[in-house]
């Protein structure tokens, strides 16, 4: 496919978010400009995005640049949180990097809800405890 019919495609923009059967999700790409090095939002970026192997994401995509550059991108996300780009006609394998703040934020969360849980166990076993004392305070007054 040549750049200038990924051009005439319809814009990504449509085509986010990205759900995968795992859960993991996809809300957006940043594609950029190599010449000139500025950033186009997805409505300015045409292609396809084509899902053939389950838990793979394929993005066929062109973008005109302010400057006049077209660039072509080929990239596959996949469920794990890895993904390829093609360089050169060389694919280029990543990771996915979960920002600094959301793992402090999920760490946070997850702490909380582990002192949650501990606390619900500790008010469980207390009510418990209390009707142990009291099966044995009956029982010792109907058997003594």
């Known amino acids: ?57 394929d993005v066929t995509a062109a973008m005109r640049c302010s ?11 996949r469920d794990d949180k890895s993904f390829s780009y093609l360089n050169n006609n060389r694919w280029i394998d990543k990771t996915i990097v979960v920002p600094f703040r959301k793992r402090i934020i999920s760490s946070i969360r997850l702490k909380l809800l582990l002192w949650l849980l501990k606390w619900k166990h500790f008010q469980l076993m207390r009510q418990v405890k209390k009707l142990q004392n009291s099966l044995k305070k009956q029982l010792t007054r109907n058997y003594p």
Do not use: D
């Open 67 to 77: 400057c006049g550059k077209i660039t072509r991108y080929r990239i596959r996300l």
């Open 1 to 57: 496919m040549s750049n200038e019919e990924l051009l005439s495609a319809p814009t990504l923009a449509g085509q986010f978010p990205i759900n995968f059967r795992n859960g993991f999700r996809i809300n957006t790409l940043l594609f950029w400009c190599p010449s000139c090095n500025s950033s186009a939002p997805l409505a300015k970026v045409h292609g396809y995005i084509s899902r053939i192997v389950e838990g793979v994401a």
